[in-house]
């Protein structure tokens, strides 16, 4: 079946935090996009959830952002290493700091 979406995705690992409230759990991303990301855990969010998120980029830059969950695929907590997708869809839906810092990374990634 073929992609819908016309987003470019740049597998890319960053340390980040998040929470409902506050950005308190540690995870990874897995693939980056110039509108939302995709966050490698077991703590899942439901879909429709708003999360706060504290992402760090390479040089130590923090960007803050709101997003939404789009969608989620649980697996066991002892097989996120074996499986491709594990985590959560999340759809950026507002910049709370260091817009211009990752819009600067992803035009990177893109070779602009």
């Not at 079946?1 to 979406?5: D, G, H, I, N, S």
């Given at each position: 079946?073929?992609?819908?979406?016309d987003?470019?995705?740049?597998?890319?690992r960053l340390s980040?935090?998040?929470g409902t409230d506050t950005p308190t759990r540690l995870a990874f991303t897995e693939d980056v996009s110039a509108h939302g990301l995709f966050i490698k855990t077991t703590n899942l969010c439901p879909p429709g959830t708003r999360i706060q998120v504290e992402l760090t980029l390479p040089g130590e830059d923090s960007v803050f952002l709101e997003?939404?969950?789009r969608w989620t695929k649980k697996v066991p907590p002892q097989m996120i290493h074996l499986v491709k997708k594990s985590g959560m869809g999340v759809m950026i839906t507002k910049f709370i700091a260091g817009e211009k810092a990752y819009?600067?990374?992803?035009?990177e990634l893109h070779g602009k």
């Open positions: 079946m073929a992609e819908k979406r987003i470019t995705r740049h597998r890319k980040l935090r998040f997003g939404m969950v819009r600067h990374f992803i035009d």
